[in-house]
């Protein structure tokens, strides 16, 4: 296990009816004047914004809000949130609703305290980032979707929308939010599509960490492992009933403990297979999580083939292949098992043309890749431009 420093000070608040604590959780935070910031109208429909503003008044929090996040989020809300700050001057921001909403909010608190362009602090120049933040406002979060986990991450994802370019900045010392309100009942309005894009998603976190070369990381392993099989169980009673309060619960935690950083402690970690699918999402404006039930067999297609050992244990020990002694077969019956089960028991799509993208530019993709990560993606494999065209192409 490699030397690592763990720190994770976000206070979760989980359960029925949470989010009445709201404004509680705001003075214990130090908030006096509150920027919320939600998106497209799900939380206004529920009725969730409503008593998240009557929780702050009932405290005598001062607030402005911004509606209007939309899913991929990008660059000009951001600098639009950013206007109505400098105006307000909040000491706090809270986001209420999902991955989108929190990564705004994040580009916000680091944006905040920037001087220049907060672009600056994403865009890459040389495989570098071009500025980096020190100084964030604190951020609370109401959260209304598991998927992406920003609620415990120090990670945000914006899209440029003059570029195209999609990336993320992680600061986990300075943007993981205060508080996270988790309210498994907020999650029971989700469309099917949401559900199954989130369980998409988080299987995704664990998997990039658990793709890694780093030996002796036992307790990583068997984390991944157990949380995998305990979401697989738990997403299949969700899609066939989504009002099951307990399952739902259940795949909430997942989604925050998928990408709080627990697994992947002493390991080296991967993430090509997200900036793979986010090429995907910043130019055909697809679901993050869709995408990635599109990519990652395709990826594990290409890893039983040339660095099969990891997914051959876990398709041994979480997709139910029995080990034949031959790593290679075993790993690629590990990947075509994962497959059919994002497609039968998720309903997502698997292939580009069932995501809706009949003829995908996929130079374009990936040469943006490689634009962005450089000449060879280091990870659980090393991978040029021919090996990302080969698991691009393995997707159709
Ligand atoms: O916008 P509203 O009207 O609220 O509707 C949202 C949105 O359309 C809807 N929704 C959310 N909660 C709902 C609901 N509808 C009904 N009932 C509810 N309770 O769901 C849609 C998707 O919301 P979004 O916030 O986009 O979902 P998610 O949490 O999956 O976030 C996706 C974004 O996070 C990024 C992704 O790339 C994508 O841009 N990621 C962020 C990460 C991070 N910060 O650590 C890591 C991830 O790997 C990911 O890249
Ligand atoms: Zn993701």
């Given at each position: 296990m490699n030397n690592f420093t763990f720190y994770s000070p976000t206070e979760f608040v989980f359960g029925r009816s949470t989010e009445n604590q709201v404004g509680d959780l705001c003075v214990k935070h130090g908030a006096k004047r509150v920027m919320i910031v939600y998106g497209g109208g799900s939380v206004v429909r529920s009725g969730l914004l409503d008593r998240v503003k009557a929780a702050l008044t009932s405290v005598g929090i001062e607030f402005v809000e911004m509606g209007g996040v939309q899913p991929n989020p990008i660059d000009t809300k951001v600098r639009e949130g950013l206007k109505l700050a400098k105006d307000f001057a909040p000491d706090f921001l809270l986001a209420v609703g999902g991955g989108s909403v929190i990564d705004t909010t994040k580009a916000m608190a680091v944006g905040y305290y920037y001087?220049?362009?907060?672009w600056d602090l994403y865009e890459m120049v040389n495989c570098k980032k071009k500025a980096t933040a020190s100084k964030a406002l604190p951020l609370g979060v109401v959260l209304t979707i598991p998927a992406a986990g920003s609620e415990g991450s120090g990670n945000s994802v914006i899209t440029?929308?003059?570029?195209h370019v999609k990336v993320g900045i992680r600061y986990p010392m300075i943007l993981r939010p205060k508080f996270a309100v988790m309210n498994p009942e907020l999650t029971m309005t989700l469309p099917e599509w949401q559900t199954a894009s989130g369980v998409s998603d988080m299987m995704a976190h664990i998997l990039e960490r658990y793709l890694s070369n780093t030996p002796d990381v036992q307790i990583g392993d068997r984390l991944a492992e157990g949380m995998l099989m305990a979401i697989m169980e738990c997403a299949e009673k969700v899609i066939t009933n989504p009002q099951d309060y307990e399952a739902r619960a259940n795949i909430m935690w997942s989604a925050t403990v998928a990408h709080n950083d627990t697994c992947s402690i002493g390991r080296v970690e991967d993430w090509n297979s997200h900036a793979m699918e986010h090429e995907i999402s910043a130019e055909y404006d697809v679901t993050h999580g869709a995408g990635l039930a599109v990519i990652f067999p395709a990826f594990l297609q290409y890893a039983a083939k040339h660095n099969p050992g990891k997914v051959a244990q876990l398709a041994h020990r979480v997709l139910g292949i029995a080990d034949s002694g031959d790593a290679s077969a075993d790993a690629m019956a590990g990947a075509l098992a994962l497959k059919k089960w994002f497609s039968e028991k998720l309903h997502m799509p698997v292939t580009f043309a069932q995501l809706g993208i009949e003829n995908p530019n996929l130079e374009l993709l990936n040469t943006r890749l490689h634009n962005l990560k450089g000449e060879v993606l280091h990870g659980y494999m090393d991978l040029d431009a021919a090996a990302t065209m080969e698991i691009y192409k393995q997707a159709l």
């Open positions: 001087d220049g362009d907060f440029n929308t003059t570029t």
